[in-house]
């Protein structure tokens, strides 16, 4: 595995640039497939924290697609952060982070995601969780499977992966005080 992997593994999520999705256009409650790109810009160094072990903490800039065309994620750009730790001796690896992906009008999505410890791979698997969100993903919340892969950039010096997202999601009953 390049060592550029765990950046790589670091922002699985969704996102993308457009118009933005209006709330009487998505359903309470649904299924979901969203295809997903990111791009790392500057990978770090991994930190070694033990023999044959390291660390590193990622950025990474997020776009999506829905495969629908439109409805929930369509054309929204994300950013996500986090760690991830190699044992380049058991060749395992695990990655824990958060996204947050915005809609045109600002409305934010809130995303917590995890890769437990599994073997190095271009294509790892991961889960994670919709935690809220402001405007029309206020009380959001719901389950997503991540399958990831790690593309070669043409570009020298970041890192770049792409992947789906499928899931359900629902939102909260909105009481007499929410708007």
């Given at each position: 595995?390049?060592?550029?992997?765990?950046q790589?593994?670091?922002?699985?999520a969704?996102?993308?640039?457009?118009?933005p999705?209006?709330?009487?256009d998505?359903?309470?409650?649904?299924?979901?497939?969203?295809?997903?790109?990111?791009?790392?810009?500057?990978?770090m160094?991994?930190?070694p924290?033990?023999?044959?072990?390291?660390?590193?903490?990622?950025?990474s800039?997020?776009?999506?697609?829905?495969?629908?065309?439109?409805?929930?994620?369509?054309?929204?750009?994300?950013?996500?952060?986090?760690?991830?730790?190699?044992?380049?001796?058991?060749?395992?690896?695990?990655?824990?982070?958060?996204?947050?992906?915005?809609?045109?009008?600002?409305?934010?999505?809130?995303e917590?995601?995890?890769?437990?410890?599994?073997?190095?791979?271009?294509?790892?698997?991961?889960?994670?969780?919709?935690?809220?969100?402001?405007g029309?993903?206020s009380?959001?919340?719901?389950?997503?499977?991540?399958?990831?892969?790690?593309?070669?950039?043409?570009?020298?010096?970041?890192?770049?992966?792409?992947?789906?997202?499928?899931?359900?999601?629902?939102?909260?009953?909105?009481?007499?005080?929410?708007?």
């Open positions: 595995m390049h060592h550029h992997a765990p790589l593994l670091i922002a699985l969704i996102g993308a640039v457009g118009l999705a209006l709330a009487d998505m359903p309470r409650s649904g299924e979901y497939k969203v295809l997903f790109t990111g791009i790392n810009s500057s990978p160094k991994p930190l924290m033990g023999p044959n072990r390291t660390v590193t903490v990622s950025q800039t997020m776009s999506a697609l829905n495969v629908t065309g439109g409805g929930f994620l369509h054309n929204m750009a994300g950013r996500c952060a986090g760690m991830a730790t190699m044992d380049n001796e058991a060749k395992t690896f695990e990655n824990h982070g958060y996204c947050v992906y915005a809609d045109a009008g600002g409305d934010q999505i809130f917590k995601f995890d890769y437990p410890t599994q073997p190095q791979s271009a294509t790892p698997r991961g889960t994670g969780s919709w935690n809220g969100g402001t029309k993903f009380g959001i919340s719901g389950e997503i499977e991540i399958n990831n892969t790690r593309v070669n950039p043409m570009t020298e010096g970041i890192a770049q992966f792409t992947g789906t997202k499928t899931g359900r999601y629902n939102f909260e009953a909105v009481t007499a005080s929410a708007k």
